[in-house]
């Protein structure tokens, strides 16, 4: 058994990056070996954060050993959190990566570890080339690349990024694992009632934070296309400005079919999200991987997704849900032809695919490239 650091955002950091390494941690514990995280003390300056908060609300996990220790704008904690891991002598080191901001703490962090001759690092990289671009972006990616020894990635396409950066390195693919740690699924009309939901109304979800990057806009100008009676639930927090989004939902005279939830949705309260809509819609104008994707496999729930990135590798079209191009006519169809099927028509392929999205098929592959 190995001892393991996962370096990355955990509690009380809240959001996808935050579940996706507390779960890691328990998988790599059930499995026998040692694990802790090191997470941010500070992980943005308050400036750089777009939401309205980087904290959960939720309770501390019990059963994870999580050091809130790195501070990504301080260059003299970075050299403090390295020395530290470095004496540590982990077997294997697993860091996240998902923005060029955090290359040059990580980077940093990473070059005092691989002093001790013994630690084999690996990189999780969410993304390569962000969705949003920024200057420094090249050359910090670069910085934190050259620290890992090994890479593994969750879509083709950023695995086809990395390799314009790094040619030589190991790096292995392998699905975003099922986030099965929002507890079972709960009837339709179980979840309606539980978030004060019309118990008669169809319900389209688009969930997660709200960028621009996702399409939401895109969504919201298909509703003057769709022949189908439904409410567009929205269920996200912006990370943007809001305004121009209250402006659009105005000028299309659609405000009575859409129901907005744009606070932050706590773990507590996602599985009623994904369990109240007869479909979740992905309008993304571009994508690497999506967390909602397997959040749909693990509740069993059919998706509308764009022709984009990993989407419609991960959703076969017309098995597990429906593949169409990003645009408003084409995602107003996607949705008319929802449906004019039979909701249960996705059920069996639904159920039998996510049986591929294991944690333990992610530790075995980090452990193993190491």
């Given at each position: 058994m190995a001892s393991v650091i996962i370096i990355g955002p955990a509690h009380p950091l809240r959001g996808g990056l935050a579940t996706f390494d507390e779960r890691l941690c328990r998988q790599f514990l059930n499995e026998g070996h040692?694990?802790?995280?090191?997470?941010?003390?500070?992980?943005?300056?308050?400036?750089?954060?777009?939401?309205?908060?980087?904290?959960?609300?939720?309770?501390?996990?019990?059963?994870?050993?999580?050091?809130?220790?790195?501070?990504?704008?301080?260059?003299?904690?970075?050299?403090?959190?390295?020395?530290?891991?470095?004496?540590?002598r982990p077997d294997l080191i697993v860091v996240r990566y998902w923005l060029p901001f955090m290359g040059p703490a990580l980077g940093t962090i990473l070059r005092r570890v691989r002093k001790n001759k013994h630690t084999k690092i690996v990189a999780i990289t969410d993304n390569i080339i962000p969705h949003e671009k920024r200057p420094g972006d090249h050359s910090f990616t670069k910085y934190f690349l050259k620290s890992c020894d090994d890479f593994v990635t969750m879509s083709e396409k950023v695995?086809?990024?990395?390799?314009?950066?790094?040619?030589?390195?190991?790096?292995?693919?392998?699905?975003?694992?099922?986030?099965?740690?929002?507890?079972?699924?709960?009837?339709?009309?179980?979840?309606?009632?539980?978030?004060?939901?019309?118990?008669?109304?169809?319900?389209?979800?688009?969930?997660?934070?709200?960028?621009?990057?996702?399409?939401?806009?895109?969504l919201l100008e298909a509703m003057?296309?769709?022949?189908?009676?439904?409410?567009?639930?929205?269920?996200?927090?912006?990370?943007?400005?809001?305004?121009?989004?209250?402006?659009?939902?105005?000028?299309?005279?659609?405000?009575?079919?859409?129901?907005?939830?744009?606070?932050?949705?706590?773990?507590?309260?996602?599985?009623?999200?994904?369990?109240?809509?007869?479909?979740?819609?992905?309008?993304?104008?571009?994508?690497?991987?999506?967390?909602?994707?397997?959040?749909?496999?693990?509740?069993?729930?059919?998706?509308?997704?764009?022709?984009?990135?990993?989407?419609?590798?991960?959703?076969?079209?017309?098995?597990?849900?429906i593949v169409c191009e990003p645009t408003p006519q084409s995602i107003a169809a996607a949705i008319d032809k929802f449906f004019s099927i039979n909701e249960n028509y996705f059920t069996t392929f639904l159920q039998e695919e996510k049986k591929k999205y294991s944690w333990a098929k992610l530790t075995s592959t980090l452990v193993k490239i190491a």
């Open positions: 040692q694990c802790s995280i090191y997470s941010f003390s500070l992980q943005y300056p308050s400036f750089l954060f777009p939401g309205t908060t980087q904290y959960s609300s939720e309770p501390a996990p019990i059963d994870i050993d999580i050091h809130s220790a790195i501070n990504s704008i301080n260059p003299l904690n970075w050299i403090k959190v390295g020395n530290e891991l470095s004496k540590k695995l086809n990024d990395l390799r314009t950066f790094e040619k030589a390195k190991p790096a292995a693919q392998v699905l975003h694992p099922l986030y099965d740690n929002f507890g079972d699924a709960v009837s339709l009309p179980a979840a309606k009632q539980q978030l004060n939901l019309p118990a008669n109304e169809k319900i389209v979800l688009f969930f997660g934070f709200i960028r621009q990057y996702k399409g939401l806009d895109i003057r296309y769709t022949k189908s009676s439904f409410k567009l639930l929205v269920a996200g927090e912006f990370y943007e400005d809001e305004k121009k989004y209250q402006e659009q939902i105005t000028q299309l005279n659609i405000k009575d079919k859409i129901i907005l939830r744009t606070n932050f949705i706590p773990d507590s309260e996602v599985k009623y999200y994904i369990c109240a809509a007869n479909v979740v819609v992905q309008p993304y104008r571009s994508a690497t991987q999506s967390g909602v994707t397997p959040l749909c496999y693990h509740f069993e729930k059919p998706m509308i997704v764009t022709n984009v990135g990993s989407l419609p590798v991960m959703v076969p079209d017309m098995k597990a849900g």
